[in-house]
């Protein structure tokens, strides 16, 4: 509101009187820090700053002044003004970070609500030991070799030294395919793959093969007609029996923890001799639980070994039915029941769970075991 | 094969503490295992023998009840009686002088049931008379045991007279190892484990009484089957003499029942020397006793009362007027020992091993006699089993020895060269020559050294040992695998996985990791699974593989398709409360070849095995086996995010049956075309026909509601099935890299209005061949029918994506483009631009 100007006096003037500028400039920055909310700002910087303020008002009696006057009036004015724009500022940004904070905390939601809901797949744990097993002797520099899995009878028997009246034929129950006299079978393990890898293969020889095979047993809590096995083949010049020891034991530390070792015990099976059963030092108790019922293991029954396969050296019958001469090169070849090694390596308890394909179980052990 | 400890001790000096574990450990070391030591009777604390003094009928009583006086020993009398104990017996079976096995009060018997002096029927019982079953000696509850006049004196200990307390061994003998189905043959590793001599019963000639009537001839008419064989003829003999008791114990406790004199004499001889044998009523035989082949047609019933057609590979022991037995598998009925049996005919001959395992195979009939001679016999037992069997019947059973007959045909010597060093050579491992004679000595080898190979004669009993590596296994096995160092070999650098197993892998770990679960079915299908997928008649799926002895009547085929064991999967899972499940498996099937049998073929190829069979012989074996592609499939219901607080939930659909080939074709840069098809189970209007470079690989969609409702599944429940071994083989074999375009892109969207026959996937088609190199992606992200754009059309929306590789599109070029493909679009499909 302009007062009357009668002498061109500034000190007439007195909306540009320091007294009243000073007096307006409090006005503003106590309502700028009153102001609790940007909204709240926004109106404050209208009423302080805005062209009906009252610095504003006084700024247009500026014109009216005589030039002497104008130059005191307006750097009067002007400091004013920007006393008010600096706190403004500082107030804008303090309302702005409460703003964002606010917002923040406004969006919290409960985090402990999320959870693995969607369908999550998985492997059957009989696949991913078969490519664990695999990769520790591909590493070795293995390769791992497949047959089919209806196959020759010569291919499962004659070849591996198990002729057609040969004990170990009924020994082994074996599916029949076709008529009985068809000439194939359901192997019985997977042995008739060294016979391949003999005949396809260049030597030396290195492979590992994990397979499916049949045999003619109902399903129960420890048996199943059809279950996996893996394999190991070696044929070079100067092979040993301490060398398949050296594989075994280091084949039992990659799956069973450092220090496991394995022994052997005379056995017999066609394709190998001299042959033997493998037994895996318990890798649990590690053979603490031998005579110490206070330290029973459930793992190995107390006993501190677990009985895991079969092995031995090639019989030369078989690297003669191959092709191959015994006086030059000598073998060796070891096997393991997959679903047994699972079964104590993991704690299942029943054959039937890796056989039912119920989600609950397979889920457990994700992609790998 | 069951050991008693007890009878080891016959032929073998064991420790006198050893017990039956020290025992089995013995046995491990030279590679026997033991799989169990079982107690002969589990009784415990005073077991005496007694004599019944007198016996006094309780009366008024339900039952009959004996109130007994039972001379038990000075020792084990009571203060107001000595030496007698008043004892109440149900049992009626003894007499007043008999002499009976006493429980005293504090015995424990089998059962963890300890005998106490009680009071009943009004009397007091001060210990009990035992039956055989109540000390766990067998089943015979016939009533108690009445030990031979004057065999024992009242008060002795009863545990050595009943064998009670013997540790027997249940061990496990490899089919190569024939020797060690015998107390000879483990007594002979035992006494090589302890490093003592044995007394080998099977080198004892029983001395028989000279020859006293008239005995029955034998012969063999084919010397190869039946290289010896020896018959002993018995006259006099009493049908009702019982067996001893330690015989019955003994067989008792190898599990073997007894029958009568005759026959449990037979089976003991064969238990403590390996040797079979079998006993004729020999009245019931006329003429010559002879092995030969059997006639075809000719027919036997066995002892176990089974008639069998036999065939003329059969071997028999046979008289004149026909088949008696088949050799060494079982005796014939007409000719078996009865209780009127007087003359006996003791038949001990060495067969063939491969001739009684074809046909113990052939008749499915596995007897103690055929399990030994397949293993193979040692063949100097013959006659000195018969002469032992003789002795025995003569001393038990009051016969006398009428004569003996036999033939025999002299085998081959055998004799293998050996080197000395081959066993250090296998073995990585250096045993010294006198270790390695010294082993085959104790084994029964014959050795006569020299400057190189040795030769080196086994021993009758271990027809196994024929070529040098067989001795190696005996030094390995005697001289321990513990001794043998441990050596990891070098293998030659390997090339790690193949590209295909390479692949197969990636595409289970690509599945899992869309959310689906891998199962792994058995192979095996039945003709009602085929017909639940409601496959034609013709469907190559029903030429499936037929198992000649499958487990289940039901599945006797191989599968053909990985979907029926997939569906019982996912059934069994939403039986056991599961309704999201995502199922896949990754296997082979067999596909029968063209011509193929489901029954195979007959007189398949067999190579020999002496060398390495020719290609087409090795040809001639691969052709005999059905396909045997790799297969994936997966069946898929239920929710594939589930509904909850976050929203609502996404079900599985015939789309994510396609898509679920088309991404793993994606990850493995297979290229999949995708095309209506029809072929069950799948729902006509709902199937994907697949194919990489035109070759159908497989469908995917919904299954039909018909075959949903055949198996009980969820409605709307997906399924796909694909030759995996194709996409595998058109897999990309290096990725190569894309350019990545750092200019600006430019997004337009269009929305054709089509017919409904138009496949959006032609219309996609056409876009991207008109749209030109500037389009970079389309896909179709909408679909919409309704009255706004007419009956029988379908408006697809799709989203445009253009770049440059070399500059920043102007909004001309993008409009020429987009002109272009709809134009296009036109053109082909009738499409129109919905405004």
Redesign the interface.
């Known amino acids: 509101m302009s007062a009357p100007n009668k002498s061109f006096d500034p000190v007439e003037v007195s909306t540009l009187s320091q007294e009243n500028i000073d007096e307006n400039v409090a006005n503003a920055i106590a309502a700028i820090a009153g102001a609790n909310s940007l909204d709240e700002l926004k109106e404050v910087r209208l009423a302080h700053t805005g062209d009906r303020s009252p610095l504003a008002l006084a700024n247009r009696e500026i014109g009216a002044l005589p030039p002497a006057a104008k130059a005191e009036a307006g750097k009067r004015i002007g400091q004013a003004r920007g006393k008010v724009n600096q706190c403004l500022e500082v107030r804008t940004l303090e309302l702005e970070v409460l703003r964002d904070q606010l917002l923040l905390i406004e969006e919290t939601v409960d985090v402990t ?1 999320a959870a693995a ?8 744990p ?2 991913t030991i078969q ?1 664990q097993i ?1 990769d520790v002797f ?1 590493a ?5 070799a497949e047959g ?8 499962n028997f ?2 591996l ?1 198990i ?6 034929r ?2 082994q129950d074996t ?10 079978v ?1 192997r019985t393990h997977t042995s008739p793959v060294q016979i391949r890898s003999m ?1 396809k293969r260049e030597l ?1 020889i ?1 492979v590992v093969c994990p397979g ?1 095979v049949f045999r ?1 047993d ?1 399903l129960d809590a420890t048996h199943s ?2 279950f996996h096995q893996v394999e190991a083949l ?1 044929i ?1 010049r100067g ?5 398949l ?3 075994l ?2 084949f039992a530390q990659s799956m069973f923890g450092e220090g496991i070792v394995t ?6 099976f ?1 394709f190998t ?5 493998v037994d895996l030092q318990c890798f649990v108790c590690r053979g603490a639980s031998i005579d110490n019922p206070e330290a029973a293991c459930r793992t190995c029954r107390s006993e501190g070994w677990i009985e895991w396969g079969g092995c031995g ?1 090639v ?3 078989v690297l ?4 191959i001469d015994p006086d030059e090169y ?1 073998g060796f070849a070891f096997g393991m029941g997959l679903e047994r090694t699972l079964m104590f390596r993991h704690g299942i308890t029943d054959m039937r769970d ?7 179980f ?2 457990a052990f ?2 790998g075991v | 094969m069951k050991a008693p400890v007890s009878w080891l001790r016959d032929f073998v000096v064991i420790p006198a503490d050893a017990t039956g574990r020290d025992v089995a450990e013995l046995l ?1 070391k ?2 026997f ?1 033991v799989e169990g030591v079982d107690s002969v009777g589990d009784v415990q604390g005073p077991l005496v023998v007694g004599r019944v003094i007198s016996i006094e009928e309780l009366p008024d009583l339900k039952k009959p009840i004996r109130w007994c006086q039972v001379e038990v020993g000075a020792a084990h009398g009571n203060a107001d009686t000595p030496g007698i104990r008043g004892i109440v017996c149900g049992a009626r079976n003894f007499a007043e002088g008999d002499l009976v096995v006493v429980a005293l009060p504090g015995t424990t018997l089998p059962g963890d049931f300890t005998i106490a002096t009680r009071k009943t029927y009004g009397q007091i019982s001060d210990g009990m008379i035992c039956s055989a079953r109540e000390i766990g000696l067998g089943d015979e509850h016939d009533g108690i045991i009445i030990l031979p006049a004057d065999s024992a004196t009242p008060g002795d200990d009863a545990f050595p007279i009943l064998g009670l307390g013997d540790q027997v061994l249940d061990i496990a003998v ?4 024939g020797y060690a189905l015998s107390i000879r043959g483990l007594a002979r590793e035992l006494s090589i484990a302890l490093g003592v001599e044995m007394t080998d019963p099977g080198q004892v000639l029983a001395e028989l009484p000279a020859a006293a009537g008239e005995a029955l001839a034998c012969a063999s008419d084919d010397t190869q089957a039946c290289d010896l064989f020896v018959l002993q003829t018995l006259t006099g003999f009493d049908p009702k003499a019982p067996t001893p008791d330690f015989i019955k114990s003994r067989l008792a406790a190898v599990g073997v029942r007894s029958i009568s004199l005759a026959v449990d004499v037979t089976n003991y001889v064969m238990f403590e020397l390996g040797q079979p044998l079998h006993a004729f009523d020999a009245d019931k035989i006329s003429g010559t006793v002879r092995a030969r082949r059997a006639v075809a047609g000719e027919k036997l019933e066995t002892l176990d009362h089974v008639t069998r057609e036999l065939v003329p590979d059969d071997l028999v022991i046979a008289d004149d007027s026909g088949a008696l037995s088949l050799a060494g598998t079982m005796g014939g009925l007409a000719s078996e020992i009865t209780d009127a049996t007087t003359r006996i005919a003791i038949e001990s001959a060495h067969f063939d ?2 001739v009684v ?2 046909m113990s ?1 052939r008749h499915k009939l ?1 007897s103690e006699s055929s399990r030994r001679f ?2 193979g016999v040692d063949r100097m037992l013959a006659p000195i089993a018969a002469a032992r069997v003789a002795e025995l019947l003569i001393s038990f059973g009051g016969a006398e020895f009428a004569g003996s007959a036999g033939v025999e045909t002299a085998p081959a010597k055998s004799v293998i060269e050996f080197d000395p060093a081959l066993p250090s ?5 250096t045993y010294s020559q006198d270790l390695v004679k010294e082993i085959l000595i104790a084994v029964g080898c014959t050795v006569t050294e020299s400057a190189g190979a040795w030769a080196v004669t086994p021993p009758s009993w271990r027809p196994d040992l024929i ?1 040098p ?2 001795l ?2 005996e030094i ?2 005697i001289d321990g ?2 001794n ?15 590209q295909k ?1 390479r692949l197969q ?1 990636r595409a ?2 690509h ?13 095996f299908v039945g003709v009602s699974e085929l017909d639940a997928l409601e496959l034609a008649q013709d469907d190559v799926r029903r030429n499936a ?7 289940s009547d039901e599945q006797p085929l ?1 599968r053909t398709t990985l979907l029926p064991g997939l569906l019982t ?1 996912v059934t ?2 939403i039986s ?1 409360g ?1 309704t ?4 896949y498996e990754i ?2 099937v ?1 596909l029968l070849r063209v011509g193929q ?11 020999e ?4 069979p020719n290609d087409s012989l ?1 040809s001639e ?2 052709a ?3 396909d ?1 592609p790799l297969h994936f499939a997966a069946v898929l219901t239920g ?4 509904a ?2 976050w929203g609502s939930a996404a079900n599985y659909s015939w789309r994510d049956a396609i898509t679920a080939v088309l991404n793993l074709g994606l990850e493995l840069g297979v290229v999949i075309d995708v095309e209506a098809g029809v072929l069950a189970p799948w729902h006509p209007g709902r199937c994907a026909s697949l194919s990489v470079n035109g070759v159908v690989i497989g469908h995917a969609g919904e299954l039909s509601p018909r075959v949903l409702e055949n198996l009980g599944l969820p409605k709307r429940a997906v399924a796909l099935e694909i030759h995996l071994d194709v996409v595998l083989a058109n897999a990309q074999s290096v990725a190569s890299a894309p350019t990545v375009n750092t200019f600006p892109v430019a997004k337009e969207d269009i929305a054709l209005i089509v017919a409904d026959a138009v496949a959006a996937k032609d219309v996609l088609a056409t876009i991207k061949d008109a749209a030109g190199e500037l389009l970079e992606d389309v896909r179709l992200f909408d679909v919409y029918q309704g009255a706004q754009i007419g009956e029988g059309n379908k408006s697809l929306a799709f989203a445009m994506r253009f770049r440059a590789s070399d500059r920043t599109l102007s909004s001309q070029e993008v409009a020429e483009a987009r002109e272009g493909a709809i134009a296009a679009a036109q053109k082909l499909h009738g499409a129109t631009l919905r405004g």
């Open positions: 609500m809901t969607v369908a999550q797949g998985a492997r059957h009989l696949t490519e695999s591909l070795l520099g293995y390769e791992l089919p899995e209806i196959e020759a009878e010569w291919f004659d070849a030294n002729a057609p009246d040969h004990p170990a009924t020994m599916f029949f395919a076709g008529n009985e006299d068809s000439g194939i359901l005949l030396p290195y499916r003619t109902e007609p059809v070696v070079d092979i040993t029996l301490a060398d020891k050296g594989t034991d280091h022994r052997l015990r005379p056995s017999y066609p001799e001299p042959s033997a059963e050296m019989n030369p019958k003669v039915a191959c092709g000598t890796m056989v039912e394909g119920d989600i609950r397979t889920r994700g992609l | 491990l030279v590679g295992e490899t089919p190569d190892r091993p491969v395992a074809r195979r596995s397949e293993r050579r296998i073995a990585g491992h070529v590596i067989d190696v296994e390995v096995r695998f513990d043998v160092p441990t050596r990891l070999p070098v293998a030659p650098k390997g090339r790690g996985l193949t197993q892998r289970g770990l599945l899992a990791g869309r959310g689906l679960v891998e199962v792994r079915n058995y192979p593989l037929r198992l000649a002895n499958s487990l191989m999967a069994r899972n056991r599961s999201d499940v995502a199922l296997a082979s067999s049998s489901a029954n195979g073929g007959t007189n398949p190829p067999r190579p095995v002496n060398g390495r090795l074996l691969e005999l086996l059905p045997q929710a594939t995010s589930p909850g607080w």
